[in-house]
């Protein structure tokens, strides 16, 4: 079992930087995939930002802006967000692949709003 907690959203002004954190804990060396998703209200839950290994990967909407990062021991997550969009405006949630047996886990996620 992994157990992963999102912290660190807020309301910023547009063009603002929040980071947001994931704290993992329990199976944590097994997981091999970590990433942040969004949910806006009425829309299907994206991804944003995912990480294996050193490799990031980016959605094309938040490249340039957003940087996602872990420690090497896989038990935290940050996603580093600059130039904060209205658009940005949803719940980010924190998620884990595991192998061994393969899963994925949640977060809870926390709120990140973006005025205009």
């Known amino acids: 079992q992994v157990r992963l907690v999102e912290s660190g959203g807020d309301l910023v002004q547009t063009g603002g930087s929040l980071r947001l954190s994931c704290a993992a804990s329990?199976?944590?060396?097994?997981?091999?995939?970590m990433g942040w998703y969004r949910q806006a209200p009425g829309k299907q839950r994206d991804l944003v930002a995912s990480?294996?290994?050193?490799?990031?990967y980016y959605v094309d909407g938040v490249k340039g802006r957003f940087t996602i990062s872990k420690t090497d021991r896989k038990n935290a997550l940050y996603l580093q967000m600059n130039n904060l969009q209205p658009e940005d405006t949803a719940v980010y949630y924190c998620?884990?692949?595991?192998?061994?047996?393969?899963?994925?886990?949640w977060g809870q996620g926390t709120q990140v709003n973006v005025s205009s």
């Open positions: 990480i294996a290994g050193d490799r990031p």
């Open positions: 329990g199976s944590i060396a097994r997981i091999y995939l």
């Open positions: 998620y884990a692949k595991t192998v061994l047996p393969e899963r994925e886990y």
